[in-house]
C-alpha cells in the first residue's frame, strides 16, 4: 500500500476514539466520495457487530446494539480520521428475511464490494458459538472476488470457556484451509466486547489497512 498521503505514518490505533457517524446509505450514489481508506465491518445479524464496533473505537453507543435482528438495512460510514472511514453494513439472519429485502441487500452489498476502490480490507465478525454460517460465507466469496483481505473475529468469547474458545479458533482457521483456496491470508481471533478482550489485536488491523 502507498503510505505517501495526507497523514499517513502519523497517527495511532488511539485515533480510532475520534470516529463520528457520517451518512447512512441505501443507494450507492449517496455513498460518499470514493478516496482515502475505507475498513468495512460485516456481520449476520446479532453476531455482535454494534458491539464490537463500539469497543474496537472505545466508543459506547457509537452504533446501535439492539436485540431485534436486521432493523437497519442502509450502509453506514463513520468517519474515523482525514479521509478514513469506517463501513457498517447491514446484517440479517437469512431465515427470517422476505426474498425482495434480501435482493436489495444483496444489491447494494454486492455493488459496494465491487466498485469501492477505497476499500482496503473487511472485518467479518461471527458469534463464535456459530461460525461461518451461509451469510459468513458469501461475505468471503464476494471478498475473495474483489481480492480484498479479510480478518474474522470470533465473538462473544466469553460465553465459552478458555479452552473451548481455543477450539473454536483453531477448528475455525482449519475448516477455512480446507474449504477455501487461497484462505491462509485470513486472519482470525477471538474476540470480547463484554469482556474487552481481543480489542487491541483488531485495532492494530483497523489500523494497518487505513494506513495508520
Ligand atoms: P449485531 O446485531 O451484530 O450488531 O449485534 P449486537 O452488537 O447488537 O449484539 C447482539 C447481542 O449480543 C446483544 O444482546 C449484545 O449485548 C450481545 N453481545 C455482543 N457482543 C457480546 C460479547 O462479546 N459477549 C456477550 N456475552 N454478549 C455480547
Redo the contacts with the bound molecule.
Keep these: 500500500m502507498q503510505d505517501t498521503e495526507e497523514g499517513a505514518g502519523t497517527l495511532s490505533p488511539l485515533d480510532l476514539r475520534h470516529t463520528a457517524f457520517l451518512l447512512g446509505a441505501a443507494r450507492p450514489k449517496q455513498f460518499p466520495a470514493d478516496d482515502g481508506w475505507e475498513v468495512a465491518i460485516a456481520?449476520?445479524?446479532?453476531?455482535?457487530?454494534?458491539?464490537?464496533?463500539?469497543?474496537i473505537t472505545g466508543i459506547r453507543g457509537l452504533?446501535?446494539?439492539?436485540?431485534t435482528?436486521?432493523r437497519t438495512r442502509e450502509i453506514n460510514f463513520f468517519h474515523v480520521a482525514a479521509r478514513r472511514r469506517l463501513v457498517d453494513l447491514p446484517?440479517y439472519g437469512y431465515a427470517r428475511v422476505p426474498v425482495p429485502v434480501r435482493e436489495a441487500w444483496r444489491r447494494l452489498i454486492e455493488n459496494y464490494f465491487a466498485h469501492r476502490h477505497c476499500l482496503r480490507g473487511v472485518v467479518v465478525?461471527m458469534?463464535c458459538r456459530h461460525p461461518l454460517t451461509d451469510f459468513d460465507r458469501q461475505m468471503l466469496v464476494w471478498c475473495d472476488h474483489a481480492r480484498l483481505p479479510v480478518h474474522i473475529l470470533l465473538?462473544?468469547?466469553?460465553?465459552l470457556s478458555r479452552g473451548a474458545a481455543t477450539a473454536v479458533l483453531h477448528q475455525v482457521r482449519a475448516r477455512l484451509i480446507h474449504e477455501y483456496p487461497g484462505s491462509e491470508a485470513i486472519t482470525v481471533q477471538l474476540?470480547?466486547?463484554?469482556?474487552q478482550?481481543g480489542v487491541a489485536e483488531a485495532q492494530q488491523i483497523l489500523a494497518k489497512w487505513m494506513g495508520f
Design positions: 456481520g449476520r445479524s446479532n453476531a455482535g457487530k454494534s458491539s464490537a464496533i463500539n469497543a452504533a446501535r446494539v439492539s436485540k435482528p436486521g446484517g465478525v458469534d465473538t462473544k468469547a466469553d460465553k474476540f470480547s466486547a463484554l469482556k478482550a
